[in-house]
Structure formats: structure tokens, C-alpha cells
């Protein structure tokens, strides 16, 4: 069973920059970040591959957030700048057995979140 932990999340301001992690147990997946607001369905945010490729992002956080890959510590990171309000929900980190997607359920295993919230 693989798991994942989650950390780093906070309160910020509007513009503020705050990095979440992600701590597995195991390694070798494709790994992605979702989030999710209240009465709001979860979305994807990110995915990576394990050698650090297959990078994409959901259009609203292009150019501000950043996900990478430390192979060797078994950690995945969101880099977030410029936060905005509407950036405010729980981040999760997920793993995925079948290569990298936008899809929630192609993602076999999950941490279990970390709250963002950015308010002024």
C-alpha cells in the first residue's frame, strides 16, 4: 500500500507564494496534484512523471505554480506564486500506476490534503 502525506499548506495573502509537499513510501509513479474547494468537485492542478517529464497544468495556474520531483527523497513539490482567492481549497497529492492524466480516478492512491487558503 503506498502512501502519501501531504504538508506546507497554510494562510497567505493575495500574491504570496507558498510550496506544499508530498512524501510517499514508495516510488516509480506518475504523480499528480488536484485540489478541492468547497461544494466544488475535485480538479486537477498538475501531473509529472517519475523522471521528472510528462509536466502539464490546469490553464488557471500555468505560469504560476511549479511541479517537480525528487526521486531520490521520494517527494513531490507544488511551488505556487502569485496566489489568488480563487486558489483557496485542499491540495491532495495522488499516485497513479498507469502513467500520468488530468482523469482523479486514473490516480490509485491518495494523501489526505493539505488546506491552502488565500485571503486577504
Known amino acids: 500500500q503506498v502512501q502519501l502525506v501531504e504538508s506546507g499548506g497554510g494562510r497567505v495573502q493575495p500574491g504570496a507564494s507558498l510550496r506544499i509537499s508530498c512524501a510517499l513510501s514508495h516510488e516509480n509513479y506518475a504523480m499528480g496534484w488536484f485540489r478541492q474547494a468547497p461544494g466544488k468537485e475535485r480538479e486537477f492542478v498538475a501531473h509529472i512523471s517519475w523522471a521528472g517529464f510528462r509536466i502539464d497544468y490546469e490553464d488557471s495556474v500555468k505560469g504560476r505554480f511549479t511541479i517537480s520531483i525528487d526521486g531520490a527523497r521520494k517527494m513531490v513539490y507544488l511551488q505556487m506564486n502569485s496566489l489568488k482567492p480563487e486558489d483557496t481549497a485542499v491540495y491532495y497529492c495522488?499516485?497513479?500506476?498507469?502513467?500520468?492524466?488530468?482523469?482523479?480516478?486514473?490516480?490509485?492512491?491518495w494523501g489526505q490534503g493539505t488546506q491552502v487558503t488565500v485571503s486577504a
Open positions: 495522488a499516485a497513479s500506476l498507469i502513467g500520468t492524466s488530468r482523469i482523479p480516478t486514473d490516480y490509485a492512491f
